[in-house]
């Protein structure tokens, strides 16, 4: 009588096992738990084999990666990446469909072929002539340039070691599977099994590889969380199909900071990089009531943004409050602080806040901004909107508190040409600016409020 094979349920969205099906998961989600094989582990019962480049060596006498990267010459990919692309590395790129993750990579993967060598670029998803297609629209055809439409994982490997290439580019982690396993390409193990593969590869052999994942329908990275923690550098692509601004972020790095971003904008020839974000970022920018310009550090580079506000009387018999770009719970404090101490009456009245080019702000630099937006929709005031900025933190007792680097955010407003800046009155004995931008400090929200529309 054969032997019958042990089987486990595998959830599809966290990767917890079970020896029974479960219809909800512990993680939450419902009916995301797949029968698959259990592999055999005696392969792994062997003596390992000891061999050179797994020798212990003095950390003094081990070559630093800091400086042993490729450079794209795409400079906001750089800058993301911490400087380049470092070898050996896993580097995984996330957003959805049409945002333009295969446009960029295979923009830098040409460079790359042109200026170290081969490039493998192996996708799961198109074929060889779709992909030739793209790249004589992008003018990316280079002869070191290696197209291959396969999602053996095995068969891969052994391309990699025939060409033995300076960069590998995977599209997607998703189609790809390992024969030895019963289960779909996309599942659990296919996923964290295909991922090991190609990770010993990067290390082992030394060369950089690019994984293409998919997100789900609410932005989150698709397939099991096992797989941001396997890589080296998690990037996501954000932005709208039907604009052409792209915004880059690394959201893990284990070689150079979180913090940056990379903008781009999207055009016939492909991703073109934008030096200036601010100054794209506030095209069309005209005086009115309710818009003001803000401005975020984000990594290193100060970006100065338009936020727009809207305040209407409310006809469903409850506020409603909505928020693109700044987090709703930190718009809900700042209403809460103009009812309290300005005394602006919201509590009937829905508030609508946007961020203009759909970038999300880091900190708390914006809170200012954002209070003088509504108050100026609100009392139907208008804004200098073309000359002023405001920027600085709003606490729960009203008053305005210094933001860190305010300095380099006030330097870029007056390359802009911006002629003032409201913001927190501590922050202005620290300041030694050489620019011609007015600096009017505040102690409070209601001091700042009553500067803006009522003593100009």
Not at 195 to 220: C, L, S, W
Not at 267 to 285: A, C, R, T, Y
Not at 330 to 351: C, F, H, S, T, Y
Not at 417 to 433: A, M, V
Request: hydrophobic share 40%; aromatic share 6%; net charge neutral.
């Amino acid at each position: 009588m054969a032997k019958k094979e042990k089987t486990i349920f595998v959830c599809q969205n966290c990767g917890y096992e079970s020896p029974k099906w479960m219809g909800q998961c512990v993680c939450g989600k419902w009916n995301t738990m797949v029968e698959e094989k259990v592999v055999s582990i005696s392969q792994y019962k062997k003596s390992p084999t000891i061999t050179s480049s797994t020798k212990p060596l003095p950390i003094k006498e081990i070559k630093s990666g800091s400086y042993d990267r490729f450079d794209t010459h795409i400079e906001e990919l750089n800058r993301v990446l911490g400087g380049g692309l470092v070898k050996g590395s896993l580097t995984l790129i996330s957003g959805e469909p049409g945002i333009g993750k295969s446009t960029l990579i295979l923009q830098a993967s040409s460079i790359i072929a042109k200026e170290y060598g081969i490039v493998l670029y192996v996708s799961g998803e198109e074929s060889e002539e779709q992909i030739k297609m793209r790249a004589e629209r992008l003018n990316a055809i280079e002869d070191r340039l290696m197209i291959v439409s396969e999602t053996n994982v095995d068969v891969i490997k052994e391309y990699i070691n025939q060409l033995n290439p300076v960069l590998v580019i995977i599209d997607s982690i998703q189609t790809l599977f390992k024969p030895d396993l019963s289960s779909a390409p996309g599942s659990v193990s296919q996923v964290r099994e295909c991922t090991n593969q190609i990770m010993y590869t990067a290390k082992t052999r030394d060369i950089p590889i690019f994984i293409v994942a998919h997100v789900t329908k609410t932005g989150e990275l698709a397939g099991p969380r096992i797989l941001e923690h396997l890589v080296d550098t998690v990037l996501h692509f954000t932005g709208e199909r039907t604009q052409e601004f792209r915004v880059i972020r690394a959201l893990k790095n284990r070689f150079g900071t979180t913090s940056e971003i990379g903008v781009f904008e999207m055009k016939e020839e492909g991703l073109v990089e934008v030096s200036n974000p601010s100054e794209i970022f506030l095209e069309g920018l005209t005086d009115t009531e309710g818009a003001i310009v803000i401005s975020s550090l984000e990594g290193t580079r100060p970006l100065l943004l338009e936020v727009q506000a809207l305040v209407a009387p409310t006809n469903l018999g409850f506020a409603r409050r909505a928020s693109i770009g700044i987090d709703i719970n930190r718009l809900n404090l700042i209403l809460a602080v103009l009812e309290k101490k300005v005394g602006v009456p919201l509590m009937n009245q829905d508030v609508y806040v946007n961020v203009v080019g759909g970038l999300k702000p880091e900190g708390t630099s914006s809170d200012l901004g954002v209070a003088l937006a509504i108050y100026s929709s609100m009392r139907g005031l208008s804004i200098h909107t073309t000359t002023t900025i405001a920027i600085g933190e709003i606490g729960l007792t009203g008053e305005l508190r210094p933001v860190s680097n305010i300095e380099k955010m006030i330097k870029e407003a007056g390359k802009m040409g911006f002629k003032k800046c409201i913001l927190p009155k501590k922050s202005t004995k620290k300041i030694q600016l050489n620019e011609s931008i007015q600096l009017v400090g505040a102690n409070s929200l209601k001091e700042a409020i009553d500067y803006m529309f009522f003593e100009n």
